[in-house]
C-alpha cells in the first residue's frame, strides 16, 4: 500500500499515525548505502523515498517512487521537476528532505512550491578550499540555489559548517551541523576476509570515477605493484561525465596492478582482508568509507581534503596534499614494509572513529531537526502550518 493510500490521520476515533516524511535521492545506492539505517532507526517517521531509479529493496515499512533523474544535467530535468512538483503536491509530505546534488537541485523548489518544508542535507559542499576559481564560481551558484530554497539546510562537515556562511552562500542561522557515522556494532565486530594474500593487500573502495580519485589510484598500482596487490572494490558509473572508461579499466586489470570486484552488498569481508586503504578522493563530505576502514583498525592513506582530515588525525602521517600522487606513493610505500606501524596507526584511526563517528549521534541530530520543524513521533498536520 503506498503512502497516499493509507488512512490520514484526524476525524472521532481515528489514532494519529507518524509524520508522513520523504527522502529525495539521486539514484537508489544512495538511500541503500547512506540511509538505510536512518530509514530503518527513524521509525517514529512514516517514511517514503522518491528516488532517481529503481529501488527494488528498501527497509520494511518504506515506500518508494521512483521519478526518472539523471545525474548530469541535461534537457529532461524539466521533466524530472514537473514529476516531482506532481508527486510531491499530491502527497503533502510533512517534510522533504534531499540528497545528492541532482536530487537537491530540482527537489527543493519543488519542496517549497507545494508547501512542504525543505530540508537540504550537504553531503560535501560543491565550493570548498582547494577547488579552482571556476569549479568554486559554480559551485557557489549551486550551493546558493539550493540553500536559497531550503527551510534548513544540515551539513555533515564542520568545515561546511564554517565555509558557507563566510562565503555568503547560505545565512548561518539556516544551517545546522549533523555530521555522518557508521553503525559501529557492524565494522567492529571479527569478520573473515574476502580476499588472502602472501603480499600486503592495498584496497580502495568506491565508485569508479575520477573525483574519488580513482585513476590516482591506478597509476599508484602501476608504480608499486611489485611490491603488493592492489584491489578496487566498487560499482561503474557509466553515467558520469568523469567515469574512468573500460578500457583504463581492462589495461590496469590486464596487466595485473588492479583487480576489480566491482559492486558489493556488504563492504566489511574486504575491508577485513586489506592492510592499508587509500582514498585519493578530490571532493568529500565525511566519507563513509574512512569512518568503516578505521573502525576495523586499517590505516587510511588519503588526500587531505574537507571532510577526510575529519576523520584521520592530521598528525598520523597518513594525509598527503590533494593530487600529489609522489606523496601518496611514499607513505603507501612506507606502510607495506612496516606491519607494527599499520598496526598502530590503524588502532589510532579506529579509536579515533569509535570516540566521534557513530551514527546514533546523527539520529539524535535529525530528530532534533524535526523536532523543531514540528515533526515528530505523531501528527504531521502542524508541520505544514507556516509552509502552506
Not at 577526510?308 to 593530487?323: A, T
Not at 606513493?329 to 599499520?342: C, E, F, I, Q, Y
Amino acid at each position: 500500500m503506498s503512502g497516499s493510500d493509507r488512512p490520514r490521520a484526524g476525524g472521532l476515533g481515528s489514532t494519529r499515525r507518524p509524520a508522513r516524511c520523504c527522502r529525495v535521492v539521486t539514484t537508489s545506492l544512495t538511500a541503500r548505502v547512506l540511509l538505510g539505517n536512518q530509514l530503518r532507526s527513524l521509525g517514529e517517521m512514516d517514511w517514503t523515498v522518491v528516488s532517481g531509479d529503481a529501488y527494488d529493496d528498501p527497509p520494511t515499512g518504506v515506500d518508494v517512487e521512483v521519478i526518472p533523474i539523471r545525474r548530469e544535467f541535461a534537457a529532461s530535468d524539466l521533466r524530472s521537476f514537473v514529476g516531482l512538483w506532481r508527486y510531491l503536491r499530491k502527497q503533502r509530505f510533512a517534510l522533504v528532505q534531499t540528497h545528492t546534488p541532482k536530487a537537491s537541485f530540482l527537489g527543493l523548489p519543488a519542496a517549497r512550491l507545494t508547501g512542504s518544508p525543505a530540508i537540504y542535507t550537504i553531503h560535501g559542499s560543491l565550493y570548498f578550499a582547494g577547488n579552482d576559481r571556476k569549479a568554486n564560481l559554480l559551485g557557489w551558484c549551486f550551493e546558493r540555489w539550493c540553500c536559497g530554497w531550503a527551510d534548513r539546510v544540515l551539513v555533515q562537515s564542520s568545515e561546511d559548517e564554517q565555509a558557507l556562511p563566510a562565503a555568503r552562500i547560505c545565512e548561518k542561522d539556516k544551517l545546522t551541523y549533523i555530521g555522518n557515522g557508521i553503525v559501529l556494532d557492524r565494522f567492529t565486530a571479527s569478520v573473515s576476509p574476502a580476499l588472502v594474500s602472501d603480499r600486503p593487500i592495498v584496497m580502495m573502495v568506491s565508485r569508479l570515477v575520477r573525483e574519488k580519485g580513482c585513476a590516482d589510484f591506478l597509476d599508484l598500482a602501476k608504480s608499486l605493484s611489485s611490491e603488493a596487490d592492489f584491489v578496487h572494490v566498487g560499482p561503474f558509473e557509466h553515467d558520469q561525465s568523469d567515469a574512468l572508461n573500460e578500457a583504463e579499466v581492462a589495461r590496469a586489470s590486464e596487466s595485473g596492478a588492479v583487480r576489480f570486484v566491482g559492486g558489493v552488498e556488504d563492504v566489511r569481508p574486504y575491508l577485513a582482508s586489506a592492510d592499508v586503504v587509500v582514498l585519493p578522493s578530490y571532493r568529500e563530505g565525511i566519507p563513509r568509507v574512512t569512518m568503516e576502514a578505521a573502525a576495523m583498525g586499517r590505516p587510511v592513506v588519503a588526500y587531505d581534503i574537507r571532510g577526510v582530515r575529519e576523520v584521520i588525525d592530521p598528525s598520523s602521517g597518513l594525509l598527503v596534499p590533494r593530487g600529489d600522487g609522489e606523496a601518496l606513493a611514499a607513505v603507501v610505500r612506507s606502510l607495506l614494509g612496516d606491519p607494527a606501524r599499520r598496526f598502530e596507526l590503524g588502532e589510532r584511526c579506529r579509536a579515533r572513529v569509535i570516540g566521534g563517528y557513530s551514527e546514533d549521534r546523527v539520529l539524535d541530530r535529525l530528530r532534533a531537526v524535526y523536532a523543531a520543524i514540528g515533526v515528530g513521533g505523531t501528527g504531521a498536520d502542524s508541520a505544514l502550518e507556516g509552509y502552506s
